[in-house]
């Protein structure tokens, strides 16, 4: 055996630190003269280059809407067309390893987020007032037409043309004074015997505007204000002074990667020189191990089987006397048959020999009397052979020779798949089949207990017979054993389940203990009496079992009996531990 001591162990330790240590920096270095990736300051410059765009066009178009009265209809820039750059900006806030851009980026949003907000409000109230001044405009036209139409007073066309002209010049300019002027001529109406609809309009029109006017001018004003171009240029200079920083960092580092990488490799050189007198000395040490370890796999292996021989020899050893009996059950059926066939063979013989003479002397033809007699016998000796049914009683004798003679047969070859020496031959086989043979085998345990089979129509499944027969006897034992008095009632069931096939062996016997359920597949643990078990029998279940790749599963209930559920696929894994 090869023993490591603990100073080997230590030093192991300590050169495996020292070994992690030094690739941590390596991959430090390594990764800190990663070479720059311009595409996102590319990405960055032209989303700042967006946002100018925008917010340059938001300002050009609102002058444009706010000096330019008779343009209502006119195509606005749309209020939402920096909803990209805001979704641009998000992204690049919540990715970005640039802490210049990581501060800056989400106050830029903020500021574009805000004038976008109050170019859709000043969008809104603009093209609300001019429908308002039109509106005013209109009827006033209307009322100065019919005025003219009448031939009213000349005082009515001046005073209406100045309430539109002030009325557009507060527009424009929303001056206090010319807020009192459109006031005042507002309440020259009264004035003017102008009254109905057209009245209520004109008022209507001249509240809104006086109302609307001044919040308008108000978001125009803030408009004024609020403009995003000192700070995308220092977002912008933040940005390249950080970029230029990090190049020069990178650079640095390529310079410590450098040195670094020709150290580590003068040391792999010297280390590389260790490692050959090392090796060969390990190859040695290898060898030697692996010597070892096959020897030991050798000796576990053939214990192993020894171990499941024996607990055959063990099942065999209890089976004995109740399979001597079985034997020699049918062996009483061939021995009387052949008994009645011998007290039956001396009449025959008497027959065959009349028989024999009449043909003598047929043969012959001289004797008459002698023929006539020996026909007379033969005749007798055939007549009481038919009347006896001899032939009828020879046929169903033999029938019952044959029978029994199968029947030891079959118990005798159950026997001998049962007790092979090698580790069971691999084939297709039924285990509806394998069941009825463990019972044959197992029939002397049974005679106070009833067997209920819930057989199923299942595939054949490819498995070791004689190794899967073990184990169905060792639960059936089981729970003969598990019954008071051994008298109760075993149901077997077998179901296609899956991939695969599933048998229960289910009795009403007095159960496991809850306390004991964890150790019942643990090598020689036993609740039975000294010679009644060995220990090994569920034990060496659970791993034949577990070597066809199936599973095996107990259900119990103190009191009330126990099932064990045997799962096996139709064809073992390819990892499985069989021998054909």
Known sequence: MIEITRSEMQQNILIGLVVLIMLGALWFLYDKTQAVDLSEQNEVMDLLNQVKDTDSRWDTEVQRARIDLYSQDAPFVRADSGD???????????????????????????????KSDLVQMFIAENRSNKAVLHELVKSATEINS????????????????QM?????????????????GLQEALAQLDTLQITGEER?????AVQ???????????????????????????????????????LQEKERYRVYLIYYASALLILLMYAGARLRTANQTLEHRVDERTRELSAALQHLKESELQLIQSEKMSSLGQMVAGVAHEINTPLAYVKNSLGQVSEQLPGIGNALEHCDKLLEFLEAGNDPEGLSREFQKA??????????HVIQELSGLVKDGLFGTGQVSEIVGNLKNFSRLDRSKVSHSNLNESLGNTLL????????????????????ITCAPS??????LNLITNAVQAMPEERGSITLTSRKEGEGVAVDVEDDGSGIPPEVMSKIFDPFFTTKEIGKGTGLGLSISYKIIQEHGGKISVESKPGHGTKFTVWLPLTPPAEANLES
């Open 84 to 114: 990209k750059a805001l979704r641009d900006i998000t992204r690049f806030a919540g990715l970005t390893s640039s802490k210049v851009l990581r501060t800056g980026l989400p106050e830029l949003r903020s500021a574009i987020q805000r």
């Open 146 to 161: 019919q005025i003219q139409v009448k031939k009213s007073v000349p005082d009515h066309s001046l005073v209406l043309g």
């Open 164 to 180: 539109n002209e002030i009325a557009a010049q507060y527009f424009l300019h929303g001056m206090p004074g010319q807020r009192t």
């Open 200 to 204: 209520t309009r004109i008022e209507k």
């Open 208 to 246: 809104t505007l006086l109302e609307q006017v001044p919040v308008e001018l108000d978001h125009f004003a803030q408009l004024e204000k609020l403009s995003t171009g000192p700070r995308l240029i220092n977002l912008t200079l933040s940005f390249n002074n950080e970029l230029e920083q990090m």
């Open 379 to 388: 005749a007798e000796q055939l007549g009481m052979l038919k009347q006896q």
């Open 441 to 460: 085998l197992a029939k002397h345990l049974l005679k106070s207990v009833t067997v209920n089979k819930n057989f199923g129509e299942i595939p054949d």
């Open 467 to 472: 190794q899967i027969n073990q184990v169905f």
